[in-house]
């Protein structure tokens, strides 16, 4: 399978934990982005990637948020002391642009934080 | 960046054509329409883009209004698997790349 890969799918937690996530985009894609889709609503922009340059983080991204994408290939997003609030779908895309227009998304990590 | 507007539900029988309209009265000249669609569980799928002429693929046909104020994506025979969160996105042209998405029209396609 050559499309966006996430892992882990699921995670539980508990409160104040801390939790990684991974990222491998699609081989030479050059942009990585991730978003978080709280039930019922659209994905939320968290950040984005020009390889291994992050350029935009969201307001939403606050400081217990950090993501990194060290080598301009795979990425990961890292939540210091999570919170209920936290609790999402965390969705990772990439793209080659300007080449492509259209973003190809991952099938997410569930986070659950009790 | 543009805010768009679309109707909350819809429902479509199977192998009909399904139309979902989108406002987008404040785009600029710059900004693409671009729709997105999430099936249950799976993170969004891209479908189609287009700035001002109709566009047409595989998966669906766009229809933009010569004021570019509104757009309708056609699905042309709907099936079960088209059941999903329709999403419509207006996207300046070269901008970061970064999508703002609303919550999208429900379609729901019935047998």
């Known amino acids: 399978d050559t499309g966006v890969s996430q892992d882990p799918r699921h995670k539980i937690t508990k409160r104040g934990q801390n939790v990684t996530f991974r990222c491998d985009p699609i081989?030479?894609?050059?942009?990585l982005y991730w978003y978080r889709q709280t039930l019922g609503q659209g994905p939320e922009f968290l950040t984005y990637?020009?390889?291994?340059?992050?350029?935009?983080k969201s307001r939403l991204l606050s400081d217990r948020f950090s993501a990194e994408r060290p080598k301009g290939s795979f990425s990961t997003l890292e939540i210091q002391r999570t919170e209920q609030g936290d609790s999402a779908m965390y969705l990772c895309?990439?793209?080659?642009?300007?080449?492509?227009?259209?973003?190809?998304f991952g099938p997410g990590t569930r986070l659950t934080v009790l | 960046d543009a805010k768009t507007t679309q109707p909350t539900s819809m429902d479509c029988a199977e192998g009909r054509a399904a139309n979902l309209p989108c406002n987008h009265s404040?785009?600029?000249?710059?900004?693409?329409v671009y729709w997105y669609r999430q099936i249950h569980s799976q993170g969004p799928q891209y479908i189609i883009h287009?700035?001002?002429n109709n566009e047409t693929n595989e998966m669906a046909s766009l229809i933009i209004t010569e004021d570019r104020k509104s757009s309708t994506l056609i699905l042309p025979h709907a099936t079960l698997r088209d059941t999903a969160v329709y999403y419509c996105?207006?996207?300046?042209?070269?901008?970061?790349?970064?999508?703002?998405f609303g919550q999208g029209t429900t379609l729901q396609v019935k047998p």
């Open positions: 404040t785009i600029s000249g710059n900004e693409y």
């Open positions: 990637f020009q390889n291994e340059a992050q350029l935009e």
């Open positions: 287009g700035l001002k």
């Open positions: 081989s030479e894609h050059n942009r």
């Open positions: 996105i207006v996207r300046p042209r070269g901008n970061t790349g970064k999508l703002i």
């Open positions: 895309a990439s793209s080659l642009e300007p080449r492509y227009n259209e973003q190809f």
